[in-house]
């Protein structure tokens, strides 16, 4: 019974710190990207710009493998126009 329980607790552990790393990006960037999406009209290719979603595994966003920081939108569609919403100015580590 104790190596059942054991097993159980590390199982439940594992679980645990895996939906902790799960989500890697800065809720500040996620709150910018859907900032930046809702400037631009919530166009459908950004769609994969969901709350629900990391950001590091959206379409056209970048991260660096280290430390998970957005360095790179690279946003190409022909159904975009108007100006770079400021917004983007809130992302800090984006190189340019």
């Not at 400037?39 to 590091?56: E, I, K, R």
């Not at 939108?73 to 917004?87: A, D, N, R």
């Amino acid at each position: 019974m104790g190596s059942t329980t054991s097993l159980l607790s590390l199982l439940c552990y594992t679980l645990l710190i895996s939906s902790t790393f799960s989500e890697l990006c800065n809720p500040q960037y996620k709150k910018v990207l859907l900032q930046i999406k809702q400037a631009f009209n919530n166009p459908y290719v950004l769609a994969s710009w969901d709350p629900n979603t990391d950001c590091c595994d959206r379409y056209c966003v970048t991260c660096d493998s280290a430390s998970n920081r957005i360095n790179y939108l690279t946003i190409f569609s022909s159904h975009l126009s108007g100006q770079i919403p400021p917004e983007v100015g809130d992302l800090p580590f984006l190189d340019t």
